[in-house]
Nanobody, 124 residues
Framework: QVHLVESGGGAVQAGGSLTLSCAAS????????MGWFRQTPGKDREFVAAISASGEDYDYGDAVKGRVIIDRDNAENMVTLRMNNLGPEDTALYACAVGRRAGFSRRQERYDHWGQGTQVTVFS
């Protein structure tokens, strides 16, 4: 059974940083791309970042490009998202997801399993 547990969210002042983690189990982690998405009430889920199964390729959403870094540890079945220079617009529930293929995608329909998410709140 696929199990994804996000952690690292919290409240942070604008300009601050957070590192989110996603602990994964129950599937072939080394063979799967991973993604981070975020969502706020009343809005569509937004792509944040994705990383290929090998960790060699990655992509970032336009709204966060230059401020976030995605990484993975295939030995620990963990994917992380380092976020810097956070602003109130980054306030959202952040969730990790398992991609259907080794190559990453921005499209949420190409992800099969989702975690419950971790809340990030940025105050000014």
């Amino acid at each position: 059974q696929v199990h994804l547990v996000e952690s690292g969210g919290g409240a942070v002042q604008a300009g601050g940083s957070l590192t989110l983690s996603c602990a994964a189990s129950g599937f072939n982690f080394r063979g799967s791309s991973m993604g981070w998405f975020r969502q706020t009430p009343g809005k569509d889920r937004e792509f944040v970042a994705a990383i290929s199964a090998s960790g060699e390729d990655y992509d970032y959403g336009d709204a966060v490009k230059g401020r976030v870094i995605i990484d993975r540890d295939n030995a620990e079945n963990m994917v992380t998202l380092r976020m810097n220079n956070l602003g109130p617009e980054d306030t959202a529930l952040y969730a990790c997801a398992v991609g259907r293929r080794a190559g990453f995608s921005r499209r949420q329909e190409r992800y099969d399993h989702w975690g419950q998410g971790t809340q990030v709140t940025v105050f000014s």
